[in-house]
């Protein structure tokens, strides 16, 4: 089926910034609360909200096999669970109802007022109910980097790294979305010259610049999937900051891993973009040398050329940049992770949740951590206020965004956003 919905000329009779991350060509999908306290599957347009549910209730989408109550829900995995074939037919429904063209909608101003909200008025919520979180590690540029840091920058890679996606299994009851509160964790820690370890707050938190995808449910236990296959099962992705107290993590993770140097938290923008949307924006990921086993090899174009900017905002000041990294420079993509997810025989979900791993560019102004960019502490990093960062401050907000863009459009990914709060 078309993807009619990503058609670059299309305008919307909605007001759409320039620079918006939200043109029609997005047409994103997550949850929210209404101004009324009413929860609603909705999507965005420019800095409007619009309400699914009603939509549906009005029967502007009729003759799409839709149940009554589909998005009437307090998260999107029943709509993801329906497959590709139902997500593009929405998409592609949405584009033609907001399209400057088409007068269904547009003409009718009581349908318009119970569908359209300022998206400053809604409250954003987790867009899926996320069952398995896995984490890989999928940048060569940050495992090199973190090798180096803390082993030998001549052995920098373990052994496998060139040949498997490295991943560990996260934990998605902490995962909160956009805009909430972040405590710094206390643990336990141990540093390199004390005799004993000790509890108490972490001094070394981190964030981790990461993207994640979401699934729809991709195979059945003891089966596998083609890498072929792969990208039909992944919905959509949305930026994610997954949260690491390095103190903690350095001192628990030999040798099953990490644990709760990372469980404390991790943040999600709210709105999943889908992999549909973001098909103008293909690109060739990074050579693979060795090539990969069979299983893991994979058709040319196979990344995407997603801009990724971390900032810090302390207290009352003001947001500084602090890495500009690119989706593009992971060097196992998102189709080799869930084909090797799914290799032994896992059964992935809808609603599940991969991140990516760290991504770090080649330069030292794209990585995608404090631990690297201030290089584990030792070249601390200078903001505007003229206050220094080893790592995040109590009170710092860390931002991650996000966008893609061509001559003809630009799509973002809106704001990941979360404030740390002093441990308890
Ligand atoms: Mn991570």
Not at 135 to 140: C, E, G, M, T
Not at 146 to 168: E, T
Request: glycine residues 8%.
């Amino acid at each position: 089926m078309q993807i009619t919905a990503n058609d670059p000329s299309r305008k919307s009779w909605l007001n759409v910034a320039k620079d918006s991350d939200f043109p029609i060509q997005n047409i994103p999908f997550g949850v929210f609360l209404t101004p009324e306290n009413i929860i609603t599957i909705g999507t965005r347009i420019g800095d409007y909200a619009i309400d699914l549910g009603a939509l549906h209730q009005l029967g502007y989408f009729k003759d799409i096999p839709l149940t009554d109550d589909m998005f009437l829900q307090d998260s999107l995995n029943d709509f993801i669970a329906d497959g590709r074939i139902t997500w593009r037919l929405v998409r592609n429904r949405i584009a033609n109802l907001f399209d400057i063209n088409n007068r269904t909608l547009q003409d009718q101003p009581e349908h318009r007022e119970v569908v359209i909200f300022d998206v400053n008025e809604v409250e954003m919520q987790l867009p899926v109910d996320i069952g398995d979180y896995t984490d890989f590690y999928a940048s060569k540029e940050h495992a090199t980097n973190v090798g180096s840091i803390f082993r030998d920058p001549k052995n920098a890679l373990m052994p496998n790294w060139l040949h498997i996606p490295i991943g560990y299994h996260g934990r998605s009851s902490s995962i909160v979305p956009s805009g909430t509160s972040i405590r710094r964790p206390m643990g336990q820690t141990k540093a390199p010259n004390a005799a004993q370890p000790t509890f108490g707050p972490s001094k070394l938190l981190d964030f981790e610049l990461e993207m994640a995808f979401i699934t729809t449910d991709v195979n059945h236990l003891g089966e596998s999937i083609s890498i072929e296959e792969a990208e039909d099962y992944i919905f959509g992705l949305v930026l994610f900051n997954d949260w690491s107290a390095r103190d903690i993590q350095g001192w628990e993770y030999v040798p099953l891993g990490p644990f709760l140097g990372k469980s404390f938290a991790s943040t999600i923008s709210p709105w999943i973009v889908t992999l549909d949307a973001l098909q103008p924006f293909r690109v060739e990921s990074p050579k693979q040398d060795p090539a990969p086993l069979p299983y893991l090899q994979q058709k040319p174009n196979n990344s995407f050329d997603i801009h990724l900017h971390a900032y810090i905002k302390p207290l009352n000041g003001e947001e500084n940049l602090v890495a500009k990294s690119n989706f593009k420079y992971m060097y196992w993509t998102m189709a080799q992770q869930l084909t090797h997810h799914t290799s032994n025989g896992c059964n992935v979900r809808t609603g599940d949740m991969m991140g990516s791993g760290t991504i770090s560019g080649p330069t030292k102004d794209s990585y995608g951590s404090m631990l690297e960019l201030t290089w584990k502490g030792t070249q601390p990093l200078k903001l505007s206020d003229g206050t220094e960062r080893k790592f995040i401050n109590d009170h710092d907000t860390v931002i991650l965004r996000g966008y893609c863009e061509n001559e003809k459009v630009r799509i973002g990914f809106g704001e990941c956003s979360g404030k740390v709060l002093p441990a308890r």
